[in-house]
């Protein structure tokens, strides 16, 4: 088990990691992708656990599971997946930091090459592109 500092949440039983400093809109990105029929995983901490075959299956630490901080509003319960496995690293940076064509970039988890996205959280768009890179994956 590895413990990472992110974000997770499932769409269509995809999972995808918000990684970013604190502050960067992690859970704010995540808190729109939930209201666009995402599922929440784990907010700001989450666990990568070994899959059989390989690669890394995203569950919450048991102390946060089912729970959200939304700023300026508190921390709040909100129903979650148990457990969802890892398919793209969402990697959060200023607008001013995103390439216009990137080249390919990926993380390595338990002999699983996982697509990173860079994207800015704040834009309108953050939600479409990471449901896109999704699609086409």
């Known amino acids: 088990m590895k413990r990472v500092h992110g974000t997770a949440v499932a769409i269509e039983g995809k999972g995808v990691l918000i990684q970013g400093p604190s502050g960067s ?17 784990a907010d700001d901490q989450t666990e990568l656990h070994e899959a059989p075959g390989g690669g890394a299956v995203m569950r919450a630490p048991a102390a946060i599971a089912g729970k959200i901080e939304v700023r300026g509003v508190g921390v709040l319960p909100l129903p979650n997946l148990a457990e969802a496995p890892l398919r793209l690293v969402v990697a ?5 930091q995103v390439e216009r064509l990137p080249e390919p970039k990926f993380a390595e988890y338990f002999q699983q090459s996982v697509p990173i996205l860079t994207i800015a959280p704040f834009e309108a768009s953050a939600p479409a592109k990471i449901r896109l890179a999704l699609a086409v994956l």
């Open 92 to 96: 959060l940076v200023p607008a001013t």
């Open 25 to 41: 809109g992690k859970s704010d990105l995540a808190l729109r992708l939930i209201d666009g029929g995402a599922r929440l995983i």
